[in-house]
């Protein structure tokens, strides 16, 4: 079987990979790349755990082959603190207790990140409405709401100190 | 996964050359259910032609009275196009409505309507509001794409490249989606166009179609108490874990008169 070679940018790093035509993206990511923090929670792309951004847009990456992501910007949750600081979503799951087992929560984290990008001052509803691609099987999606709402509030502000 | 090859082609002539030379070549675009369908090894194609880098084809223009949507333009940005708010409200809200998030950032309009999945969201905005369907090599009139479940009426190796929509005077849709997986277990798309009133129905048969009773009925008053106590059969229906026959049928009444009621 041919392999394919594919560059893309992870967490600002430009990387090569020979991949097979077949290899998910998840797969180049956790098992070429050693990024493991994105998870594979239901391999059929309902459960979002393995929720990463290609090109600045929250996807499934165990449903995109990385031949499609050649040449994307991608980045997974080990790219979202900067610096040793978390990224306030992720601030605010800790403060909040976002998360019981924590299985779900990268994918929780950078799918809401992506939403605070789009919508930085979501209802409740739009917040809950834009989680419908993740599932957590323990919170009841209490918390994780709460803290989605709280980073939300804290990048607001930060947004409007830098103004 | 079974194993296959990969190309992606930076032309459609390049893609359509390569589908002609290979039979069991099959077309990639936002591969959210070609990609699952694959992981299930339920297809064995010999290779995947990615439409993912044709420019071209992604895009949303308005050329007077038609919207113009590129088949590989995805449902999030059919969902916040100002052009499509503006002129056709109803199918950004429809946009807006498939799957989730992450699957409206990867799916394709092409796509949807090529793998005409019974419970699709597309096809019902595609048939109701009578658009015209653009390949590499001709139109095809919605009337005539969709042919049956999983069906429609593309040679082998046709692409599609764009889809024109006609703006109605009217549109709307509304759907009874699964909880789960957010397909319509019932959806209806009800328009007034220039060439009369269509209704058409998906998640209720084996394909979208359209219902001629309640076209009649709004036809003559378009109100939502025109189609009240209206019935469709329930003999063609689908029956699942997740509806039977009959309530699909029951949701038809009542999802077009909802419809009917946000525009009337």
């Given amino acids: 079987m041919t392999t394919l070679s594919v560059s893309l940018t992870v967490n600002g790093k430009k990387v090569s990979a020979d991949v097979e035509p077949r290899t998910l993206l998840v797969q180049l990511l956790r098992e070429n790349l050693h990024l493991t923090g994105t998870h594979v929670g239901c391999d059929t792309s309902q459960c979002g755990a393995c929720t990463v951004h290609v090109n600045g847009d929250s996807v ?86 709460k803290a989605v709402q709280h980073a939300a509030q804290t990048l607001r502000q930060t947004a409007q100190a830098a103004e | 996964m079974y194993a296959f090859d990969y190309t992606r082609p930076t032309s459609v002539a390049d893609a359509v050359a390569t589908l002609a030379s290979d039979s069991d070549a099959t077309v990639l675009a936002g591969g959210m259910t070609l990609i699952p369908t694959l992981k299930q090894r339920l297809a064995q194609p010999s290779q995947l032609v990615d439409l993912g880098a044709l420019p071209g084809l992604a895009g949303i223009r308005r050329e007077g009275d038609t919207l113009i949507i590129g088949a590989m333009t995805r449902h999030a940005d059919v969902a916040r196009s100002e052009i499509v708010a503006a002129a056709l409200p109803a199918l950004a809200a429809l946009a807006d409505g498939i799957g989730d998030a992450q699957v409206r950032h990867r799916g394709t309009i092409g796509g949807s309507i090529v793998n005409h999945d019974p419970a699709a969201d597309y096809p019902s ?17 919605a009337d005539d794409f969709f042919t049956g479940l999983f069906a429609t009426a593309l040679e082998e190796g046709e692409i599609v490249t764009e889809v024109r929509f006609p703006l109605p005077k009217r549109a709307a849709y509304v759907k009874f989606p699964n909880p789960a997986s957010r397909y319509a277990v019932v959806g209806v798309f009800v328009a007034e166009t220039g060439s009369g009133v269509r209704v058409a129905v998906t998640g209720a048969g084996p394909g979208v179609f359209r219902a001629g009773n309640f076209e009649a009925a709004l036809t003559a008053s378009f109100t939502p108490k025109a189609v009240e106590g209206l019935v469709w059969s329930a003999d063609d229906l689908n029956s699942d874990m997740h509806a039977s026959a009959g309530y699909r049928a029951h949701l038809i009444g009542v999802l077009a008169k909802r419809a009917v009621a946000t525009i009337a």
């Avoid at chain 1, 040449?71 to 949750?77: F, P, Q």
């Avoid at chain 1, 978390?86 to 994918?107: D, S």
């Avoid at chain 1, 979501?122 to 834009?130: C, D, F, N, Y």
């Fill in chain 1, 60 to 145: 499934k990456s165990c449903t995109i082959l990385a031949a499609q992501a050649d040449g994307a910007d991608v980045r997974t949750i080990e790219g979202l603190a900067q610096a040793g600081v978390l990224h306030a979503v992720q601030e605010a799951f800790r403060e909040h207790h976002g998360l019981q087992c924590g299985f779900c929560t990268p994918g929780m984290v950078m799918s809401s990140a992506d939403l605070l990008v789009k919508n930085p001052n979501p209802s409740e509803h739009e917040i809950r409405t834009w989680l419908e691609g993740n599932i957590c099987r323990c919170t009841g999606y209490h918390n994780i709401v």
């Fill in chain 2, 125 to 141: 905005a595609v048939l109701g509001l009578g658009a015209t369907v653009v390949t590499d090599r001709r139109q095809i009139a």
